[in-house]
């Protein structure tokens, strides 16, 4: 029976223990990193179109509000409710659509 002393050596086995263990360590959390990493990029790019969503949120808002406001409401009036100041003289003119908000001078 010839045993060798390199197979029976502890240093060899526990090289190999450790080797294996931390190769099962590796490969248990590679799964949990890469879906953090997925998570965050998805994050980003939910940022940036929350960012792009606001921004034509304010511009929409912004026309609406031009619509609405003292000068929006001014037009509107004038242009499809035929609304004058006192003084002023209203002109139609048929087959015309939509209306001119700066008249030429």
Known sequence: MTD???????RIVRAALAAVTLSVGVGLAAIPVGNWFDQRDELGEA???RDALQAEIDRIESDIEGILGEDGL???ARCRSFYVEPGEELYAIPGLEGCVTD???
Request: no cysteine; net charge positive; glycine share 6%.
């Open 74 to 76: 001014d037009v509107a």
């Open 47 to 49: 940022n940036t179109r």
């Open 4 to 10: 060798t002393p390199a197979l029976r050596s502890g």
């Open 103 to 105: 008249p030429t001078p």
